[in-house]
């Protein structure tokens, strides 16, 4: 398996809604990333973990909970958000942290009422 | 922190000729450059990189090169085909630094 995958593929939330973003690759890479991104710019980053564990937060709100559970999985937990978080949310992996090309999934699309 | 700048934010170009997407990093410590091309809707996919070490990294029609002392790199495409147009996001990381920074984007479109 050569692909990182992403679900769901759209999601629809309200405001006051609980949501999950999931991401899974099994490349064996040791580092997973959360992206968000906007119509027209370039990928934004949110959150890196490296072997399980969180490495960088770029001062992202707390309504965006990240997750690691295992060196394959990654999840983004969603909570109370607002319309402009509407947005694509990318995972990405790389093999080795900080020095191997990073891999991007195919995203979700999340529209935030 | 690193800095990248990306020009043009629009491309056309006729089906055959060529094209050329220029980038300046401001970090003389980062030594990765990726390239990836996201078509309409889809991922973010990786065409060509290019490491400090060497100044030119070719693959069939696609080709980067790089500037380190005037710390700029650029995409060529020949023979450009319609499945060339999409944006284009350019980047810069220092070694065993985590975070890429990208580039604003060229949205390139081919004229058949």
């Known amino acids: 398996d050569t692909e990182v995958t992403q679900t769901p593929k759209h999601l629809v939330m309200g405001m006051t809604n609980k949501k999950s973003l999931k991401c899974e690759q099994h490349?064996?890479?040791?580092?997973m990333y959360w992206y968000k991104q906007k119509a027209k710019k370039p990928p934004e980053l949110m959150f890196v973990?490296?072997?399980?564990?969180?490495?960088i937060n770029e001062s992202v709100p707390s309504r965006f909970s990240p997750e690691c559970p295992n060196s394959s999985l990654l999840n983004l937990h969603l909570h109370a958000l607002q319309p402009e978080d509407s947005a694509l949310y990318l995972c990405?992996?790389?093999?080795?942290?900080?020095?191997?090309?990073?891999?991007f999934g195919p995203g979700t699309r999340l529209t935030v009422l | 922190g690193e800095n990248v700048e990306q020009h043009p934010s629009t491309l056309s170009v006729q089906e055959g000729d060529s094209a050329v997407i220029k980038c300046t990093y401001s970090?003389?410590?980062?030594?990765?450059f990726p390239w990836y091309k996201q078509e309409l809707g889809k991922r973010p996919q990786l065409i060509i990189d290019?490491?400090?070490?060497?100044g030119e990294k070719k693959d069939q029609r696609i080709a980067v090169t790089l500037n380190k002392t005037a710390k700029h790199f650029s995409l060529h495409i020949t023979e450009t085909q319609p499945e060339d147009s999409a944006v284009y996001f350019c980047?810069?990381?220092?070694?065993?630094?985590?975070?890429?920074?990208f580039g604003t984007g060229t949205r390139l479109t081919i004229i058949p």
């Open positions: 973990y490296s072997y399980e564990k969180l490495s």
């Open positions: 970090d003389s410590a980062s030594n990765y």
């Open positions: 990405a992996s790389s093999q080795v942290p900080g020095t191997d090309t990073q891999y």
């Open positions: 980047a810069a990381r220092n070694f065993g630094n985590e975070k890429l920074t």
């Open positions: 490349m064996g890479h040791r580092a």
């Open positions: 290019i490491r400090s070490n060497v």
